[in-house]
């Protein structure tokens, strides 16, 4: 009987975490953009993790847009457009706070022995940028974190398949909420979105989302998750806390939301850095407030190339920020409950 009960809860998880049925059996995560790869490594310890984008072989041309004003990140300057690399052949998104920036020295170590990198005559340098949230305090010993080992391990996982979703990689120890004080936090995760159009251009978006703020849903409106009422019942809503004067002061740096926007167009690496930041209005649609000092917003970009077609840099752009608020929408929605902090799921089967 152990055994058995142990199956169905082993069964009932992987449900858990899986992605949701879409409308059609078609790809809508980033992985829609043909050739990009993601693996993931999700912590038993603690929730906390690392997902890991990889670039095809010969790479990707990347630009990054950082926001929030407690970042933490890895080769952001090597992504301005004035300096010399064009491409990159991974980009790790990792919990467990600037500890996590390690995980990024496995994902090295994976391409480095599959001889993927920039070309200095010698060998390959990969290049890999990075970028963390911080998932300390969530459920378990701040000692527990993604090392490089985690992402290597992501990277040997990496497949071109549909995302997992909600408590996994580098949102396994997301959450939201936080203006009403730890108490009254909600549990987020990881998200992914990608539209297709007709004429074959793809852009698509995967985040992690740790905001100091809410979610919110920008077809209707309304919070999805966030800052909960003093009973926990129910959704405060960080805005009406904001103009009530209601107002709890974030820690700084125990926060941000981490996310790639990715698209099969031609870009150069200005107009890459230019759809990064065009997806950041995603954040600021579905997230309030967003861009705080108690959070390291920061998107990074890729574009592979392989679209036949012309591309407008604003069309792709604009593109973007709608995958991206999609993306923070089902990071909310594909999370799952843990012991003291329910996901929108469990706020909505009490209503």
Same mark, same amino acid.
């Given at each position: 009987?152990?055994?058995?009960? #142990?199956?169905?809860?082993?069964?009932?998880?992987?449900?858990? $975490?899986?992605?949701?049925?879409?409308?059609?059996?078609?790809?809508?995560?980033?992985?829609?953009?043909?050739?990009? =790869?993601?693996? =993931? $490594?999700?912590?038993?310890?603690?929730?906390?993790?690392?997902?890991?984008?990889? #670039?095809?072989?010969?790479?990707?041309?990347?630009?990054?847009?950082?926001? @929030?004003?407690?970042?933490?990140? +890895?080769?952001?300057?090597?992504? !301005?457009?004035? !300096?010399?690399? %064009?491409?990159?052949?991974?980009?790790?998104?990792?919990?467990?706070?600037?500890? @996590?920036?390690?995980?990024?020295?496995?994902?090295?170590?994976?391409?480095?022995?599959?001889?993927?990198?920039?070309?200095? @005559?010698?060998?390959?340098?990969?290049?890999?940028?990075?970028?963390?949230?911080?998932? /300390?305090?969530?459920?378990?010993?701040?000692?527990?974190?993604? *090392?490089?080992?985690?992402?290597?391990?992501?990277?040997?996982?990496?497949?071109?398949?549909?995302?997992?979703?909600?408590?996994?990689?580098?949102?396994?120890?997301? *959450?939201?909420?936080?203006?009403?004080?730890?108490? +009254?936090?909600?549990?987020?995760?990881? @998200?992914?979105?990608?539209? *297709? /159009?007709?004429?074959?251009?793809?852009?698509? #978006?995967?985040?992690?989302?740790?905001?100091?703020?809410?979610?919110?849903?920008?077809?209707?409106?309304?919070?999805?998750?966030?800052?909960?009422?003093?009973?926990?019942?129910?959704?405060?809503?960080? +805005?009406?806390?904001?103009?009530?004067?209601?107002?709890?002061?974030?820690?700084?740096?125990?926060?941000?939301?981490?996310?790639?926007?990715?698209?099969?167009?031609?870009?150069?690496?200005?107009?890459?850095?230019?759809?990064? %930041?065009?997806? =950041?209005?995603?954040?600021?649609?579905?997230?309030?407030?967003?861009?705080?000092?108690?959070?390291?917003?920061?998107?990074?970009?890729?574009?592979?190339?392989?679209?036949?077609? &012309?591309?407008?840099?604003?069309?792709?752009?604009?593109?973007?920020?709608?995958?991206?608020?999609?993306?923070?929408?089902?990071?909310?929605?594909?999370?799952?409950?843990?012991?003291?902090?329910?996901?929108?799921?469990?706020? &909505?089967? +009490? %209503?």
């Amino acid at each position: 009987m152990l055994r058995l009960h #142990a199956a169905v809860v082993a069964v009932l998880a992987a449900a858990l $975490l899986a992605p949701a049925a879409r409308a059609d059996d078609a790809n809508h995560t980033l992985t829609a953009v043909a050739g990009l =790869q993601v693996g =993931q $490594l999700t912590l038993t310890e603690r929730p906390t993790g690392c997902t890991v984008v990889l #670039a095809p072989p010969d790479g990707a041309v990347a630009g990054v847009d950082v926001r @929030g004003s407690a970042p933490g990140t +890895r080769e952001t300057d090597l992504l !301005n457009p004035i !300096n010399l690399v %064009q491409k990159v052949n991974a980009i790790v998104l990792s919990g467990g706070s600037a500890f @996590g920036l390690d995980a990024a020295s496995g994902v090295m170590k994976w391409l480095d022995e599959h001889h993927r990198g920039y070309d200095v @005559g010698i060998t390959k340098v990969p290049i890999v940028p990075a970028a963390i949230l911080f998932d /300390l305090g969530v459920g378990g010993s701040a000692a527990i974190r993604p *090392t490089a080992d985690c992402g290597y391990r992501a990277a040997e996982a990496a497949t071109g398949g549909p995302v997992a979703e909600g408590n996994v990689g580098a949102g396994a120890g997301a *959450t939201v909420g936080k203006l009403g004080g730890p108490d +009254r936090a909600m549990k987020s995760g990881l @998200g992914s979105a990608a539209i *297709t /159009l007709p004429n074959g251009l793809v852009v698509a #978006a995967l985040v992690a989302v740790n905001a100091v703020g809410d979610v919110i849903d920008p077809a209707t409106g309304k919070v999805v998750a966030g800052v909960r009422t003093p009973d926990g019942t129910g959704l405060a809503d960080a +805005r009406v806390l904001i103009r009530s004067g209601a107002l709890f002061a974030p820690r700084p740096g125990r926060n941000t939301t981490i996310g790639v926007v990715a698209t099969n167009a031609k870009l150069t690496k200005v107009e890459a850095t230019k759809m990064a %930041q065009m997806a =950041q209005d995603g954040l600021a649609r579905a997230i309030s407030p967003v861009h705080t000092m108690g959070d390291g917003d920061t998107v990074f970009a890729l574009a592979t190339g392989t679209f036949a077609g &012309e591309a407008n840099v604003t069309l792709v752009g604009a593109l973007g920020a709608d995958a991206m608020a999609d993306a923070i929408v089902r990071a909310a929605r594909m999370a799952t409950g843990i012991p003291g902090l329910p996901a929108a799921r469990d706020l &909505e089967k +009490r %209503q």
